[in-house]
């Protein structure tokens, strides 16, 4: 399997502007997680999804932010406006559901640099 | 709330030497805890983990844990480090919302 795929791997955009993060879990994986990683904030929680469906938004910061999983290969994590606070690095992880231990094996994509000038 | 401590930013040491890297965990209820590895510009990958059992777990490349009820620990040890085992290692443990909390973090910096 190729892993957790995030593209782009780097995204530079001027404030107000909208990005869009893209995310394909290993597939047969149920969880799909969205981390935002700062220096200040550390790794966040952003949102989960369990079989396509949103199971906790709370570390979602602003209404600017986003999250959809239209099928089981797919999420997508939007900012509109984007502003610069919003610059980090935005990880995607997923794991296996079933036994509810595996989701804690939660396995990360390489994670997508975003700069809001 | 439930926090995961990580006493060390930052640990130097030398190639070939011993390291601990320090953690603290707050649940005071079943625990599973977690050691994450990130090396530079990827994402986090899973080291090993306490579930139940041994309270000594081990990684393939020779890393160890020790879960340490009455202390709240899991410290992560290595007798022999290499300077491929420079990377930033987060500290984790399951939470109210059955998803993990991360500590945050500590670099290893191996000095050759």
């Known amino acids: 399997d190729a892993g957790v795929i995030q593209s782009p791997r780097h995204e530079v955009t001027e404030m107000g502007q909208e990005v869009t993060l893209r995310c394909k879990p290993i597939?047969?994986?149920?969880?799909l997680f969205w981390y935002r990683q700062t220096m200040m904030r550390g790794l966040e929680l952003l949102i989960y999804?369990?079989?396509?469906?949103?199971?906790?938004d709370s570390g979602m910061p602003e209404d600017r932010f986003s999250a959809k999983m239209p099928n089981a290969s797919f999420s997508t994590l939007k900012i509109q406006p984007s502003e610069p606070r919003d610059s980090a690095v935005y990880f995607c992880?997923?794991?296996?559901?079933?036994?509810?231990?595996?989701?804690?094996?939660?396995?990360f994509g390489p994670g997508t640099r975003l700069t809001v000038t | 709330a439930q926090s995961v401590t990580q006493l060390d930013s930052q640990v130097p040491v030398f190639e070939e030497a011993p390291v601990e890297l320090r953690c603290n965990y707050s649940?005071?209820?079943?625990?599973?805890l977690f050691w994450y590895v990130q090396y530079p510009n990827q994402g986090l990958q899973l080291l090993l983990k306490?579930?139940?059992?041994?309270?000594l777990v081990k990684s393939i490349n020779g890393f160890e844990a020790e879960f340490n009820k009455s202390q709240t620990s899991f410290h992560l040890r290595k007798p022999s480090v290499h300077i491929s085992d420079t990377a930033d290692y987060f500290c984790?443990?399951?939470?109210?919302?059955?998803?993990?909390?991360f500590g945050g973090g500590t670099r290893l910096m191996v000095k050759p």
């Open positions: 984790a443990e399951n939470n109210a919302g059955n998803m993990l909390t």
């Open positions: 649940s005071s209820v079943s625990v599973y």
């Open positions: 999804f369990n079989n396509n469906v949103p199971i906790d």
């Open positions: 597939s047969g994986h149920d969880y």
């Open positions: 306490y579930l139940s059992g041994s309270t």
């Open positions: 992880a997923s794991s296996l559901g079933g036994d509810y231990l595996f989701r804690y094996e939660q396995y």
